[in-house]
């Protein structure tokens, strides 16, 4: 019926369908996914459905902070790495054995904490120069990556975690290159003392904030170019983790990306860490 020019439709009642994730995580469990794979994954490598990250490269599977028991945890880099650190003594239970780091008093220092109880020694130190934080870090801790991983003990399984990112996009390419080149030659001395040690890179995450000025963006790209060159030959031993997809999907905004984001890529990395069987 047409009606003053207009077309009245006859009322509809409209019906809410809840679809299932119509992408799910592949059957293979994330404890057996091979290093080599994380350097060679199609984008996205996940997604957030109903706020969960959805892992398109394996199935991530509970895991009970006991796999981490005897075990040495070596987390390097700047304080996102920082917040990683943070969320596997939480994880571990374990005690902090350094003053902890606050908002009024920034921490660039040594990080030490244990579990006496379950044998877990857990570090983290800051990479070396460029790192923009005024006086709050001090000489003794401004070591290169390789140096910290070169006074580690291998008194037991070590879990070494990598993140070289924000400090960097300041300066050139080059020097990022040059720190890389620093970490894969520490890691290649580490492997030769301690083979079964298990090695985890963190990529680049999106930053939206609108006072960043670095083209993050392009940048991103060449460090994760940078990453897979320098390590070459030894992909099978090291995971990479890319963070970029899982920043962007969470319309990260901030330099830190927020607390639900961070324990995702914490419990990402346990999923690769807590396995099955040792690499070889």
Avoid at 155 to 183: C, E, G, N, Q, W
Avoid at 205 to 226: A, G, K, N, V
């Amino acid at each position: 019926m047409v009606k003053y020019g207009f077309e009245q439709f006859e009322k509809k009642t409209l019906t809410e369908i809840n679809y299932p994730q119509n992408l799910p995580s592949p059957s293979l469990p994330c404890q057996e996914l091979k290093p080599e794979v994380t350097w060679n994954t199609l984008t996205p490598v996940g997604y957030y459905y109903n706020n969960n990250w959805i892992n398109r490269i394996c199935k991530p599977e509970p895991n009970d902070f006991t796999c981490l028991q005897d075990k040495r945890f070596v987390v390097l880099g700047d304080s996102n790495s920082r917040g990683i650190y943070h969320n596997l003594c939480l994880k571990s239970k374990s005690k902090l054995l350094t003053e902890h780091y606050t908002k009024e008093k920034p921490w660039h220092k040594l990080l030490k904490a244990k579990n006496t109880e379950l044998n877990i020694d857990l570090m983290w130190a800051p990479h070396n120069a460029p790192f923009y934080v005024g006086p709050h870090q001090g000489l003794d801790t401004m070591r290169s990556v390789g140096n910290w991983l070169d006074r580690t003990p291998n008194d037991k399984p070590i879990i070494v975690i990598i993140h070289l990112y924000y400090h960097l996009s300041r300066t050139t390419v080059s020097v990022f290159r040059a720190l890389v080149k620093d970490a894969r030659a520490g890691v290649d001395r580490l492997l030769s003392r301690a083979p079964g040690t298990s090695v985890v890179i963190m990529g680049p995450h999106s930053i939206t904030f609108r006072d960043t000025l670095e083209p993050l963006d392009y940048l991103r790209r060449c460090y994760e170019e940078i990453w897979f060159q320098e390590f070459k030959g030894i992909h099978d031993k090291v995971f990479y983790i890319d963070n970029w997809d899982r920043t962007v999907g969470s319309e990260n905004v901030h330099l830190h990306p927020p607390p639900k984001t961070m324990t995702d890529v914490t419990e990402e990395m346990l999923s690769y860490i807590c396995r099955q069987k040792p690499l070889k």
